[in-house]
């Protein structure tokens, strides 16, 4: 069985739209963390569990039988270390073949602040012992539509960038990309 958690999530729907196209929906958990927010997909046939990475026991529970786990990213920003390794420890527990990680570009070196606890996962990950792909995802192409509004009104997109570049892409081919992996 393959496990998405965030599935209720942009990124996490996407990714179990990709995976359908390949996987019968009976093989697929959306792990979430408001089931009521995944009716949609258990009327498809996608097994809906609970998992929500503040509470432990749900997640032991949503991961039984899970082979290969898309861990993504929590929103928690300083706090998601904790987080992710609740959710590393229910995939030691449940035996999992392979656990995917939406990771940072350059998780490793970037001096970002974002990048701290993306860089500690990995390592919580590594030290897990399980088989892993780390995802190192650029920046969300759909980031830059929040500025629309005043693009358009000033025809030109304002950052504080200097010489810095963006590598982008849109959330379905990183959503391609994790259902490929799995
Ligand atoms: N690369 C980039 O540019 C970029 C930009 C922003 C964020 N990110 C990262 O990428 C991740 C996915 O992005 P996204 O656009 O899909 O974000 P999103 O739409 O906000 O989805 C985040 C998902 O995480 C779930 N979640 C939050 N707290 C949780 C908890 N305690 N337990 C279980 N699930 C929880 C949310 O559940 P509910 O549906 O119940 O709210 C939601 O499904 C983000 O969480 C963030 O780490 C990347």
Redo the contacts with the bound molecule.
């Keep these: 069985m393959y496990a998405v958690?965030?599935?209720?999530?942009?990124?996490?729907?996407l990714v179990i739209e990709a995976l359908l196209k390949t996987i019968p929906a009976d093989r697929i958990v959306a792990?979430?963390?408001?089931p009521a927010?995944a009716s949609d997909l258990t009327e498809r046939g996608v097994i809906v569990r609970e998992?929500?990475?503040?509470?432990p026991d749900t997640l032991r529970s949503a991961l039984a039988g899970v082979e290969k786990l898309l861990l993504?990213?929590?929103?928690?920003?300083s706090g998601?270390l904790p987080?992710h390794r609740t959710v590393i420890d229910a995939a030691t527990a449940a035996g999992v073949s392979l656990i995917a990680y939406?990771s940072?570009l350059h998780a490793d070196t970037s001096p970002a602040m974002l990048a701290i606890e993306h860089r500690q996962t990995e390592e919580v990950i590594a030290a897990s012992g399980l088989p892993a792909v780390i995802l190192r995802?650029?920046?969300?192409t759909?980031?830059h539509l929040m500025a629309l509004p005043a693009a358009l009104e000033h025809g030109a997109f304002v950052g504080a960038a200097k010489d810095g570049r963006f590598s982008?892409a849109a959330?379905r081919d990183?959503a391609e990309a994790a259902a490929a992996v799995l």
Excluded: C
């Excluded at 998992?51 to 509470?55: H, K, L, T």
């Excluded at 993504?72 to 920003?77: P, Y």
């Excluded at 995802?137 to 969300?140: A, D, I, P, S, V």
């Design positions: 958690t965030g599935a209720t999530g942009q990124l996490g729907r792990a979430v963390r408001d927010k998992a929500d990475y503040s509470r993504i990213s929590s929103t928690q920003v998601r987080r939406t940072m995802n650029g920046w969300y759909e980031n982008s959330r990183y």
